[in-house]
């Protein structure tokens, strides 16, 4: 991505509160086209990460205290685990600048606008946002500058948000590669249970599983490990305060989600049990249908 050069940028300073996988990622791709934003500040809870990315040169600035590094921001991403926001909000309020924006990547949106809306001061605007992008790896080494590229992002403003904001958000998002669509909160939150939240789950849940058998089966189940497992094995290695405060914090949709998928895995039991045949092929075609379709949308 090259450096633009001339234009104004779409935001004067840039300040990222977290630089993990997502955050990170941003940092490079704003570094590296400054179309996006002419200062980038970094913020993260040790020095020892900020240290790291000095040596990286993914920010012009680092500051440990986020409140410092919020400090004349026109927009303001949090980038930390969900979980952290409120506290984040809290410290960071008093310090945001007049007109600037307010967004952040967390992958439940709900409890996002619960935890920090009430906090956003007047005068500032709040446009949350999720990008569907990740790997199974974190911190300020794991950034890449093609992580977004033609990924969605979904913005979910709560209702009122100034459209100017959420259309330099949107553009911002563009500018990183990704395709934007506006969702509403919560049937952001549901979407997002089926499709990323309860497939971390299970993939927790199977290699627990495999972690609790005795012995020779345990090292053999680790030794043999087919293409499924091991799937199962990188979803299972990502962050666990991450995915603690995603669950916890999507309950609701996640838990609707796993009953309705425990109804049908008892009825693929069933048709295991029985012999049913047709169901079993009817099942995988249904799998087949599914990852064609991924395929066609180039999202696969």
């Not at 549901?190 to 090292?219: K, M, N, W, Y």
């Not at 249904?286 to 064609?292: A, D, F, K, Q, Y």
């Amino acid at each position: 991505m090259a450096e633009s050069q001339g234009a104004e940028p779409l935001f004067r300073r840039l300040a990222l509160l977290g630089i993990g996988l997502i955050g990170s990622s941003v940092a490079r791709i704003a570094m590296q086209n400054r179309a996006i934003a002419g200062e980038v500040v970094a913020s993260a809870r040790t020095q020892a990460t900020l240290d790291r990315v000095r040596e990286l040169g993914i920010a012009d600035r680092v500051e440990l205290d986020p409140a410092r590094a919020v400090e004349g921001a026109d927009c303001v991403m949090l980038c930390a685990p969900v979980g952290a926001y409120a506290a984040l909000a809290e410290a960071i309020a008093p310090h945001l600048a007049p007109g600037a924006i307010l967004t952040d990547v967390g992958s439940t949106k709900q409890s996002v606008i619960r935890d920090v809306g009430p906090l956003v001061p007047g005068g500032v605007h709040f446009v949350p946002a999720h990008p569907l992008a990740g790997t199974e790896y974190s911190g300020p080494d794991s950034g890449f500058v093609t992580l977004f590229q033609n990924r969605w992002c979904l913005l979910t403003p709560p209702p009122g948000t100034d459209a100017d904001a959420v259309e330099r958000i949107a553009e911002l998002w563009r500018r990183f590669g990704s395709m934007v669509e506006v969702m509403e909160p919560s049937h952001h939150d549901r979407v997002l249970a089926i499709v990323s939240h309860l497939p971390h789950l299970l993939a927790f849940t199977i290699c627990g599983t495999a972690d609790d058998l005795e012995g020779e089966s345990r090292q053999q189940v680790l030794q043999f490990a087919a293409s499924g497992f091991r799937d199962f094995t990188r979803i299972a290695a990502s962050d666990p305060v991450m995915w603690r405060d995603v669950f916890l914090n999507n309950r609701e949709a996640l838990l609707e989600m796993l009953a309705r998928f425990t109804e049908d895995a008892q009825a693929m039991a069933r048709a295991v049990r029985w012999g049913d045949a047709a169901y079993i092929e009817e099942s995988v075609q249904r799998g087949r249908r599914i990852r064609r379709s991924l395929i066609e949308m180039k999202q696969a």
